[in-house]
């Protein structure tokens, strides 16, 4: 066992130390649903893996607790795969290089896997812990969280027992959620022929990296860069004052990650070889600058590059980069509700040429239905301009506040009187399952909590140690106080 696996509460650190070890991206949960399956089983307690991936998992109620209401301890499975660009890591074959920095647990230049590893964890100490009081007790670990909800959309409805749904997939300790935002995928597509090179140019590479990225909800306000933004701002400001010719463009790589790096393959004119490099330098000068606060390691770079077969027709292109411009990217709309949360946002997240088709996706987020359907047109009517083709899907609920919640209340009340203060009451800019779960079992009363984690999505993902000891002390006394039916 490792220094982390040691940490205290050593329940919570040693199988978050397990978690570490089994590669687990979005999509690729097929090893560590067998894990859970079999830590099921070794326990001796029922298990059961629904039709998507689902592990579900029963642990009875301690002697003199059988007439309490039953407890769905939930989490995802999944984690969000992101990467330093100079660092070699296979997030399909590769365990989490994780370490401990001060009061923080990091990971060494990748996604730590906190999110939502520190929820999975704490129900798998209690589901194996032999001295604990508690009621009835179900642990759901969800597939697919990150990139589609595929887990929560297809939990079957009767297949849980349970009365009460407490959610560990958020990230301030202190915090109880009682609401988040619900989300839409947005895909644009512009279709590409490719034009033969003329003779006199020279191919350039042009790469933004550096940039901090994060969580495209939570992180959304902090004011960071997007590097598919800043590219397509200097190739907007410079095609046809250079007579650039664009060959290939990559930026971003999840939609609900803000795109730390982007990279373009462009064709210049011999004679403008020299403006080319001069106006890349005072647009780094300026991005920089504009920048300097919230992207202090923001890189700019141009190299030569080996010279493309082709490039992409300059009609596409200008009708390209003016609506990616165009499209509305960051927060859109403060809540008026609760003070300091983000109503709706959108992360304008991948942009890639490939095979004759320009793929841009969007992840659009609001806690209003209304407004987000309203930002969705927004978009459509930019890349209608264009010619683009638009497809928005994937549409996930939010989940509505209930300041009534009886657990909200009940858990209020034990935080109080465990740590001497009332828990901040919040919603979240960010797509937590409870809203699509509700609608499977409207019964629930559901609430959200877990230990500080901080930059999520992004390879800065960091977990603060003494959280953790807080979140699962008032994780179990929630347990053991749980009214009766």
Known sequence: MSEIGNLQPQGIWKNFEKLLAVPRPSKKEARIIEVMKKFGEDLGLETIVDKVGNVIIRKPATPGMEDRKGVVLQGHLDMVPQKNSDV????????IQAYIDGEWVKARGTTLGADNGMGVAAAMAVLEATDLVHGPVEALFTIDEETGMT?????EPGILQGDILINMDSE????????????????IFFDYTEESIPAGYTAFRISITGMKGGHSGMDIALGRGNAIKSLNRFLWENKDKLGIKLAEIDGGGLRNAIPREAFATILVPNENIEGLKSEFNRFSQVIKSELSSTEPDLKTD????EMPSSFINDEVVKNMLSSVYACPNGVIRMSADFEGLVETSSNLAILKSEAGRIHIMCLLRSS??????????MMQSVFDLAGAHCRFDGEYPGWKPNPESPILYHMR??????????????????GLECGILGAAYPNWDMISFGPTIRF???????VNIPSVD????FLLETLKNIPTK
């Open 88 to 95: 070699s890591h296979d997030f399909e074959n590769d365990p």
């Open 172 to 187: 301030d300790e202190g915090e109880l959620y009682i609401g988040c935002a619900g989300g839409m995928n947005g895909n």
């Open 456 to 462: 999520p999505h992004s390879p800065d993902e960091k």
């Open 368 to 377: 209003v239905d209304s407004a987000k359907h309203d930002l969705a047109q």
């Open 151 to 155: 887990g929560a959309f297809n939990l």
């Open 302 to 305: 141009i190299s030569d590059a």
């Open 413 to 430: 009340q034990i935080y109080n009187k465990r740590f001497g203060k009332i828990p901040e009451i919040k919603a979240i800019h960010a």
């Open 470 to 473: 807080k979140f699962y002390d």
